[in-house]
């Protein structure tokens, strides 16, 4: 298969579980909980809209678990960003997102650590973080996350999916 070229890396990333920071705090106004099945149209909209079909997809699996494998930061009772692991595969972190209006709130940063503590209670010692490019400075900076080599979307898991 030919390798396709990206404007910026793109592949695979991984982070040690091992030892995470405490979850950051956000505003006050902002929580982070595991989603239940109950708010399942919501945050689907939510991944849709505000992001890509193919995330509320993920999320759909992800919120079929039980418990379900799917954070939500929910402020003023709406959500307002999602997290979700073991969607796409086992041990695979993502897909996450976060309102535009609330970035720089910690939200993401919230999100994603929160969600890599439910991955370590479930005995997961590494997280892969799926398809990775313009938010590799986000994980880098905030867990060390490095790209695994030859882990572009051609070459992993993604190289089966469905387009169109």
């Given at each position: 298969?030919?390798?396709?070229?990206?404007?910026?890396?793109t592949?695979?990333?991984?982070?040690?579980?091992?030892?995470?920071p405490?979850?950051?705090?956000?505003?006050?106004?902002?929580?982070?909980?595991?989603?239940?099945?109950?708010?399942?149209?919501?945050?689907?909209?939510?991944?849709?809209?505000?992001?890509?079909?193919?995330?509320?997809?993920?999320?759909?699996?992800?919120?079929?678990?039980?418990?379900?494998?799917?954070?939500?930061?929910?402020?003023?009772?709406?959500?307002?960003?999602?997290?979700?692991?073991?969607?796409?595969?086992?041990?695979?972190?993502?897909?996450i997102?976060?309102?535009?209006?609330?970035?720089g709130?910690?939200?993401?940063?919230?999100?994603?650590?929160?969600?890599?503590?439910?991955?370590?209670?479930?005995?997961?010692?590494?997280a892969?973080?799926?398809?990775?490019?313009?938010?590799?400075?986000?994980?880098?900076?905030?867990?060390?996350?490095?790209?695994?080599?030859?882990?572009?979307?051609?070459?992993?898991?993604?190289?089966?999916?469905?387009?169109?």
């Amino acid at each position: 298969m030919e390798s396709k070229k990206y404007d910026v890396k793109t592949g695979d990333m991984i982070v040690s579980l091992r030892h995470l920071p405490e979850v950051p705090k956000t505003d006050d106004s902002i929580r982070i909980v595991r989603a239940l099945a109950m708010g399942r149209s919501r945050i689907l909209k939510f991944a849709a809209e505000k992001f890509e079909p193919n995330w509320a997809d993920e999320a759909a699996q992800a919120l079929s678990q039980q418990p379900s494998n799917c954070f939500i930061a929910i402020e003023g009772g709406k959500v307002v960003g999602f997290s979700c692991y073991d969607a796409t595969a086992k041990d695979f972190f993502g897909p996450i997102g976060v309102d535009e209006s609330m970035r720089g709130r910690k939200v993401g940063a919230a999100l994603f650590i929160r969600t890599l503590e439910a991955m370590r209670d479930d005995g997961y010692v590494y997280a892969i973080i799926g398809w990775v490019s313009t938010a590799a400075g986000f994980y880098e900076k905030l867990l060390g996350a490095k790209f695994i080599d030859d882990s572009e979307p051609e070459n992993s898991i993604y190289a089966d999916r469905v387009e169109g």
